[in-house]
């Protein structure tokens, strides 16, 4: 099966820059994908990894080692509105696209 | 626009009902699901469904049915035999072999 750890909660200023960390156990890895849901709302795409290193889009960037078997998404120049619950994801064993979420990290931005 | 929808926003159960819970995308997606979010935790999958008349059980399928006759439409039905199903229900999509799943906006369901 998979399963993925992450911190229950973050906490950061405005302006600052935070980590969520991802570290995840599963047979037959293809990628890891990153959602934001507010609360209340729908989760929403952020990112996806397939391959070591950076991505960045815009604020946003998440990194991926395969062979830590960890990866993080990073956010830079924090807003109120940054304020959500964030979720890593990998595609399950057996080459089905269905993911096995994390149970989420909840980012609190204060002013 | 493109995009998913679910219907109602709330809904209401009484003991011993079934309740329907509605999904509709209009973006082609082949591949649909359901998930189940209860407060503080990750996303359960209850069906799945990757083709028209095909459907699959997830992770929690016990207690809950589903139907998938039309591509744009995989409602989910919440029956009596669910013990437990006050929570925050999330419908997505998905090409056939896409990794982004696109969700709609929920319905949370509370029991009488």
């Known amino acids: 099966g998979q399963s993925l750890e992450q911190p229950s909660e973050v906490t950061a200023v405005e302006g600052a820059i935070v980590q969520i960390n991802c570290t995840y156990q599963?047979?037959?890895?293809?990628?890891l994908s990153w959602y934001q849901q507010h609360d209340g709302g729908a989760p929403t795409f952020l990112s996806y990894n397939a391959l070591d290193g950076l991505e960045e889009t815009g604020r946003f960037s998440s990194f991926l080692s395969r062979s830590d078997s960890y990866g993080y998404l990073l956010l830079q120049e924090l807003q109120m509105k940054d304020s959500a619950s964030y979720f890593c994801a990998v595609r399950r064993s057996g080459g089905s696209y269905i993911p096995t979420f994390g149970r989420g990290t909840s980012l609190i931005v204060h002013p | 626009d493109g995009g998913i929808t679910q219907s109602p926003k709330y809904l209401f159960r009484k003991e011993g009902q079934n309740v329907t819970l509605s999904c509709e995308q209009n973006l082609n997606h082949d591949a649909m699901y359901w998930y189940r979010q209860d407060p503080g935790q990750g996303l359960r999958l209850i069906y799945y469904?990757?083709?028209?008349?095909?459907?699959q059980k997830g992770d929690i399928a016990e207690g809950y049915s589903v139907s998938r006759e039309k591509k744009e439409s995989f409602p989910l039905t919440v029956t009596s035999a669910q013990k437990n199903p006050t929570a925050f229900y999330l419908c997505?999509?998905?090409?056939?072999?896409?990794?982004?799943?696109?969700f709609g906006p929920g319905t949370r369901l509370l029991v009488l």
């Open positions: 997505a999509s998905s090409i056939k072999r896409g990794e982004t799943q696109y």
């Open positions: 469904s990757q083709i028209v008349n095909d459907f």
């Open positions: 599963t047979s037959g890895f293809y990628g």
